[in-house]
RNA sequence: GGUCCUUUGGCCGAGUGGCUAGGCAAAGCUCUGCAAAAGCUUCUACAGCGGUUCGAAUCCGCUAGGGACCUCCA
């Protein structure tokens, strides 16, 4: 059984057959660091940190290329205009890298609380102005690029006349159809500049008061929005490569520049398979600052945004994006966050407690139960290789939940299902919430002598209740319940607690 | 205006021709000093209308609602 992969290129499902296997070249839109992330940005990165998790998993060696765009409009809210003013000193005045730097930092940190595996090679634009030029240079010498006072533009009309004939017009990947488009393209600035409405900045001229420019052949500027992602793609991981992600806001116009600027410098289509990742949506609506909805990240994790009744954790953002299919819109609401949290917990705390389940050789007593098992097991494959299909691991999963609590509570004996089942059970959960799907344990503050003390207080509250002094024996409970530690009398007579 | 997508139970969300999705919430029961947790049971939906079919949430058409892209955007 193979890894089927939705292609937003052909627009239908395929076999996923790398290039030159076992090697496999990837390629992921990463974030404008000039403002913080929000919900809606965590969407590709734990995505696409899935399908990176879920390639190595196959045995594939995954160069795995994550962009930073640090160059463009750099501004800060209430800076912006100090920074025009010349006579400021050095240190008063905006300096775009600080931006980058600081919003770079709170971006790894926001992927860090995420569990996301760091990218294999995470190139910046700014460091790749070198490579932006030549390519801006070799589209010029071929003719598929203007100069118009000292910005360079991408001819798109010559590019879908020329390319059209060998089936690659301008738009296959979105699938739009460029003459349609020439009436209905709205007015933007520096039209003048440009012969065609459809044509797009490889390099912009910059005006005295913009701060990031760099020397290039056509003057002092900057690069347009779109070479950054082809030239770094290109120099990382070739001409062609397997796997090209990014939100599907970016099919149009930012992918169909990188396939046009790539395709004119290379003769080919840069990536197999486009995969796209559908939106986070809040009541329905895109998350976007257009629309003035954004959850920023640090807002979500404090719980200070004005449309959170509470704070949500890293892990139950990451279980609740999981939980469904990533080409399809996620709502975001406050009950939906609140019920992936309850359910991450009864999750992880099952998996928690039997994935240390001492298991002691024998046969099944229950052959149907044994068999259904491991056929929920088996599918765990399965529909991670029917395109990432997370949520249905996941239904499987708390399939498995019942039967393990079931164990747990001894509604049903261990001898029930065999123990080769069991151990089986045990491995593959833990390869799939840890490893594939990187869920970690929340549970934090439980150094050592935190757990000794509470231990002391559960041996008090132990010894009050056999003398069934239930004041005590509640006070302590209530008590440390008011503080966030939860006890919890299990089955087997012991006492456990979680910390909120 | 153009292109495309979508509409699933109280909420979130899988699912593309016949078989229980799953989670959360709610109700009952079991367990229990009480509580929490857990287990079992119940709630069995597919926007409306029409068509295709032995059979449709799933395919087709129409109607209505919602959305995305066309502009920086994950």
């Not at 190139?123 to 070799?138: R, S, Y």
């Not at 996941?394 to 079931?406: G, Q, W």
Request: glycine letters at 6%; one cysteine or more; hydrophobic letters at 35%.
């Amino acid at each position: 059984m193979s890894l089927k992969v939705y292609n937003s290129l052909s627009r239908q499902k395929e076999d996923f057959n790398p290039i030159n296997p076992p090697y496999v070249g990837m390629y992921v839109c990463g974030p404008t660091v000039s403002g913080e992330s929000h919900l809606g940005h965590a969407r590709p990165f734990i995505t696409f940190d899935i399908v990176y998790r879920y390639l190595m998993h196959l045995g594939y060696k995954v160069r795995y290329v994550r962009n930073i765009t640090d160059a463009g409009h750099f501004e800060e809210e209430g800076r912006a205009a100090e920074d025009k003013i010349s006579s400021k000193a050095i240190l008063e005045k905006l300096e775009p890298m600080e931006l980058v730097q600081k919003y770079t930092n709170l971006y790894h940190w926001a992927m860090n609380q995420f569990n996301n595996l760091p990218p294999s090679i995470e190139p910046t634009a700014t460091g790749h102005i070198v490579e932006q030029i030549e390519m801006i240079k070799k589209i010029i010498a071929d003719g598929y690029a203007y100069e118009a006072n000292g910005s360079v533009y991408f001819n798109v009309e010559k590019y879908n006349t020329d390319f059209s004939k060998l089936g690659k017009p301008y738009g296959m990947l979105s699938g739009r159809n460029i003459e349609e488009q020439l009436d209905t393209t709205r007015e933007l600035e520096n039209q003048d500049e440009k012969r065609n409405r459809n044509d797009f900045a490889l390099w912009k001229s910059a005006p005295p008061e913009h701060i990031m420019r760099w020397q290039s052949p056509w003057g002092e500027g900057f690069p347009g929005w779109h070479i950054e992602c082809s030239a770094m793609s290109n120099k990382y991981l070739g001409q062609e490569f397997d796997i090209h992600g990014g939100g599907m806001d970016l099919q149009f116009p930012h992918h169909e520049c990188e396939i046009a600027q790539s395709t004119v410098c290379n003769h080919k289509t840069p990536a197999h398979y486009w995969l796209h990742n559908n939106m986070i949506t809040i009541e329905g609506r895109k998350m976007g600052k257009s629309y003035n909805n954004v959850v920023k990240l640090t807002e979500l994790f404090s719980g200070s945004s004005p449309v959170l009744t509470q704070a949500y954790s890293p892990m139950t953002v990451r279980f609740f994006i999981l939980q469904s299919h990533y080409r399809g819109t996620l709502d975001f609401s406050n009950e939906a966050l609140q019920a992936s949290e309850k359910a991450f917990k009864r999750l992880w705390e099952a998996h928690e407690w039997f994935a240390k389940y001492p298991i002691t050789d024998h046969a099944g007593t229950d052959a149907a139960l044994d068999e259904k098992v491991q056929q929920l097991v088996a599918e765990f494959d399965e529909f991670m290789n029917d395109d990432f299909s997370t949520a249905k691991v996941l239904a499987n999963i708390f399939d498995l939940v019942s039967v393990i609590n079931s164990i747990k509570d001894k509604h049903i004996p261990e001898t029930a299902i065999s123990s080769n089942t069991l151990r089986l059970l045990q491995t593959q959960l833990k390869i799939f919430i840890e490893d594939l799907f990187g869920l970690v344990s929340e549970r934090q503050g439980d150094g050592n002598q935190l757990d000794g003390v509470l231990q002391l207080l559960i041996s008090i509250r132990k010894d009050a209740k056999s003398k069934r002094d239930f004041m005590t024996s509640d006070k302590i409970r209530n008590e440390l319940a008011a503080l966030g530690v939860q006890l919890k009398d299990e089955k087997d007579g012991a006492t456990s607690y979680t910390i909120a």
